[in-house]
């Protein structure tokens, strides 16, 4: 470890996709920076900020990560191109040697080509009924709401302050403040108002003047929306388990694997929330509301700039509507 040379993971990637940018093709160079983004954004939740600190460990812990958002056989293309970082890594004296031999895909099961995991309506619906009927404006209930209506990420969440609130418009203010602690993914490009309308709004607007809401301040005197125990911003990891413990199916209604929340390895404060089966990620719950805006024909213009992603992106790698699915709304604007 003494001989590794301190390295940013952005600068790493950014060296890396420099050494690839000659000898591939443009496609390849775009697909390996997307892989690559998920690896920024774990090593930002998990506050790794050298390269030299990664461990086998560390790696496993990160496919463990993917395997929650993603269909087995996406993982296994994308941890392709993590193992090619981690060995040029590697050379420039970054990472131990061997440690892209310590990234470990899991075997595919049969059918693995299916599509990537994503909430499904009616399960968004199940939840958000739950939670309006028995623990009204309660943190889980506003994250779930904002997020299967906005499809946000959670470091925008994350991101949100009370003041960001717009109750005139029925909205929410999303900003870039990098030098106050939160940022988008996309920058400034990402700062956008989104529209929630009056019942959706109302919720946030509820959950905010909860009494069992900590109320406080970050470290920059600003009041997040989400707040921890004490009243502080949760970072994006905490997030991650609050959402996916709040939609693991026995919350809202009962367990479909024959599990007992007492027994079940998902379930208790230090448990690891992603060992349900039927867990969903913030990222899948995004993809899912991509998928539910475009079924409900929603223009994927519209969309696009709602959810502050690409056409090209939300195309390749967020629309899991099937074949069928789009083609009904296809007739749907066709001339009689």
């Known amino acids: ?10 600068d790493g990637v950014e060296r890396f996709l420099r050494h690839r940018e000659p000898s591939v093709r443009e496609s390849t160079l775009q697909n390996a920076n997307t892989r690559l983004n998920y690896f920024l954004d774990w090593c930002e939740e998990r506050e790794i900020e050298d390269l030299n600190t990664l461990s086998g460990r560390d790696m496993a812990d990160f496919v463990a990560w993917r395997r929650g958002e993603i269909a087995p056989i996406t993982l296994q293309k994308q941890l392709s191109t993590i193992r090619q970082a981690c060995r040029w890594w590697a050379d420039i004296d970054a990472v131990e040697e ?3 031999e310590k990234v470990h895909a899991p075997e595919l099961p049969d059918g693995a080509e299916s599509r990537d995991v994503h909430l499904d309506p009616g399960r ?12 009204y404006a309660s943190r889980d209930h506003a994250l779930i709401a904002l997020i299967w209506r906005t499809g946000m990420r959670r470091g925008a969440v994350r991101s949100l302050d009370v003041d960001d609130l717009e109750p005139d418009d029925h909205a929410v203010s999303v900003e870039h403040r990098i030098d106050e ?4 993914k996309n920058g400034e ?10 019942k959706w709004f109302q919720i946030l607007d509820d959950y905010v003047s909860n009494p069992d809401r900590p109320q406080g301040t970050d470290e920059y005197g600003r009041r997040p929306l989400f707040t921890k125990e004490d009243g502080g911003r949760p970072s994006a990891q905490t997030i991650y388990k609050w959402l996916m413990r709040a939609l693991h199916p026995c919350t809202y209604g009962e367990c479909p694997h024959d599990r007992t929340p007492e027994t079940c390895e998902a379930r208790g404060r230090s448990a690891n929330v992603a ?6 990620s913030p990222h899948a ?3 899912g509301a991509i ?7 929603t223009p994927p213009e519209t969309v696009s700039e709602r959810m502050d992603v690409s056409l090209d992106v939300l195309y390749q790698h967020y629309d899991a509507r099937t074949e069928r699915e789009k083609m009904d709304v296809r007739t749907d604007h066709l001339p009689e």
Do not use: I, N
């Open 1 to 10: 470890m003494s001989d590794l040379e301190p390295l940013a993971p952005e």
């Open 98 to 100: 061997g440690l892209a």
């Open 124 to 135: 968004a619906e199940a939840a958000l009924e739950y939670f309006e009927q028995y623990q």
């Open 181 to 184: 602690g939160t940022k988008l």
């Open 189 to 198: 490009a990402g700062e956008r108002w989104v529209y929630l309308g009056p």
């Open 275 to 280: 060992a349900c089966p039927s867990s969903r």
């Open 285 to 287: 719950v995004r993809r």
């Open 291 to 297: 998928t539910h805006h475009l079924t409900e024909d």
